[in-house]
């Protein structure tokens, strides 16, 4: 179990403290960015990795919480992407964050407006994604097999689905607890190896060798050089290096409630009407709320900080979940809605037929930038940026260990249930949950005060949002609600939570910042 640890891990808010030269600098703080981070120090560099905002910022924030195993890609032909996938999930679930990726059965409900040959279809792609698994040497512990249900079984699973289904197509993927916790969980190792992780340090001015940052927090100006600069910063990519064209898609998800689809035991797949490999998807979340996602609606203009979520783009995923409900969704039953914008590579045609592969360019004064891909395979991505930066810098650096590299809590299920803390915290924080508490006791809580949770419908607790403020690099209460947290999700429970999160800052001793 791991033992109290005063600074390892930790991400700091403002420039203060990073040195004028470095390795390599990583602009970007999300899955990608962090990745690098990570990947680089691990290979004996100097790192140090900045972002304008805050980690997990962008679209890392905005996923569906799923790690996929590339079964749609595999239907599109995109058989290496799939095995990318496939690869990198099995890694995840059972290497590098095991506490943070567990496994989600999926159902396609077979109802009458699914035709026998659609069924077979289904059969056949979850029987290819199993075939996937299997090449990727993920075990079935890890992922159990698919296989064709009954309407007992089905409504068993989900007893909102249709009464007149004649079945389902289970299938089994990976489930992140937070999709802003993995990054969290990346960035932090990467500090705990060494690399020197800062939020609010926005890149104004970059070349190949190096970049003048600005403290947001102070205003102040340094310049830091840099033996190579990965650029990671996802849909704004093109904004910092001229020349990157990309062609964003918006992915929208609505929150609801537990109690507007009750009983549900597993993630409800209803295919989009028209399409042989597209569908929405109902999954239940472990805070209790369910998440309702996802469109593919290219993006046009300037990008936003936060993406806006259209009208239609509800009633397009209520509409289609619908169809396989006994009682329909309404736009009553939406308690939240997010988009994030993916970053996808330009080329013809409309973004839901863009590959999901991604590209390593170098611009004309050397920087290097990371683009495309997806959340599942940020580390093979990160992986390439560094092979990149090594050979055309030349830098002395070692191979690659991030394969095998436990991210800061891992560890299997048997240990985790032996970890002496709240099952909410070991979720989390997988080991390093007694780290986060211990920490909340230090500074003069009780038990009590540090684990109550906000509500009955929010479950998060004061020791949580201490320990992000402590080590994990929180500057204001939109730090804390909507990205170490998913309480910011939903409006009304953002409202409710705002007391604890002051609460957090007076118990660390800062004055609560009322940004956000």
């Known amino acids: 179990m791991t033992a109290p640890l005063t600074d390892r891990g930790r991400i700091v808010a403002g420039s203060a403290g990073i040195p004028e030269s470095t390795d390599v600098l990583v602009i970007g703080l999300g899955v990608t960015g962090a990745g690098v981070a990570l990947d680089a120090v691990t290979r004996g560099l100097d790192v140090v990795a ?57 159902v396609i409900p077979l109802t009458d407006d699914v035709s026998w040959f659609q069924s077979f279809l289904a059969r056949r792609g979850v029987g290819a994604g199993d075939l996937l698994r299997k090449v990727a040497r993920t075990s079935r512990t890890t992922l159990p097999k698919p296989r064709r249900i009954n309407a007992t079984e089905t409504r068993a699973l989900a007893g909102v689905i249709r009464s007149d289904t004649r079945g389902g197509v289970l299938s089994w993927d990976g489930q992140l607890e937070d999709d802003a916790r993995l ?30 940052l600005r403290d947001e927090l102070t205003g102040e100006d340094r310049r830091i050089s840099a033996r190579a600069v990965v650029n990671a910063t996802g849909v704004w990519a093109g904004h910092l290096v001229p020349g990157i064209t990309l062609k964003p898609s918006r992915g929208t998800h609505v929150v609801l409630r537990a109690s507007s689809l009750p009983g549900v035991r597993c993630a409800i797949m209803a295919p989009v009407p028209g399409s042989s490999n597209r569908f929405v998807f109902a999954l239940p979340q472990p805070d209790g709320n369910i998440y309702l996602g996802l469109t593919d609606e290219e993006v046009e203009g300037e990008i936003p900080d936060v993406p806006e979520v259209p009208e239609e783009d509800i009633t397009f995923l209520l509409d289609v979940i619908s169809r396989v409900l006994e009682k329909p969704l309404t736009r009553a039953d939406v308690v939240g809605a ?66 095998a590299l436990p ?80 309480i910011g999700l939903v409006p009304i429970d953002r409202e409710a939570a705002l007391p604890l999160a002051h609460r957090a800052f007076e118990v660390v001793g800062r004055t609560s910042p009322t940004a956000g």
């Open 183 to 212: 990054v969290l969980g990346i960035a932090r190792t990467a500090a705990a190896h060494g690399a020197r992780v800062h939020t609010r340090t926005r890149v104004v001015e970059v070349t190949g060798d190096g970049a003048l």
């Open 338 to 403: 997010y988009a994030g914008l993916r970053p996808l590579l330009k080329s013809d045609g409309s973004t839901a037929d863009l590959s999901r592969k991604h590209a390593v360019l170098t611009s004309e004064t050397g920087v290097i930038t990371i683009v495309g891909g997806k959340l599942t395979t940020y580390r093979r991505m990160a992986q390439d940026a560094v092979d990149a930066a090594v050979a055309q810098r030349g830098l002395p650096a070692g191979p690659c260990r991030t394969k």
């Open 407 to 486: 991210l800061l809590g891992a560890e299997n299920a048997g240990t985790l249930a032996r970890v002496e803390a709240p099952t909410r915290l070991v979720r989390r924080f997988g080991t390093e949950a007694p780290v986060v508490l211990a920490n909340a006791l230090e500074l003069g809580l009780t038990e009590t005060e540090a684990l109550t949770p906000v509500s009955a419908t929010i479950p998060a607790t004061l020791a949580e949002l201490v320990f992000a403020i402590t080590h994990e690099g929180a500057a204001d209460v939109a730090d804390l609600l909507d990205r170490r947290t998913k």
């Open 50 to 106: 900045v972002d304008a905002f805050d980690v997990a910022w962008g679209t890392s924030r905005y996923s569906s919480k799923l790690v996929h195993g590339g079964l749609r890609y595999l239907a599109k032909g995109q058989v290496a992407i799939a095995h990318e996938s496939a690869v990198e999930r099995g890694i995840l679930m059972e290497s590098t964050a095991p506490h943070l990726v567990h496994a989600l059965p999926m």
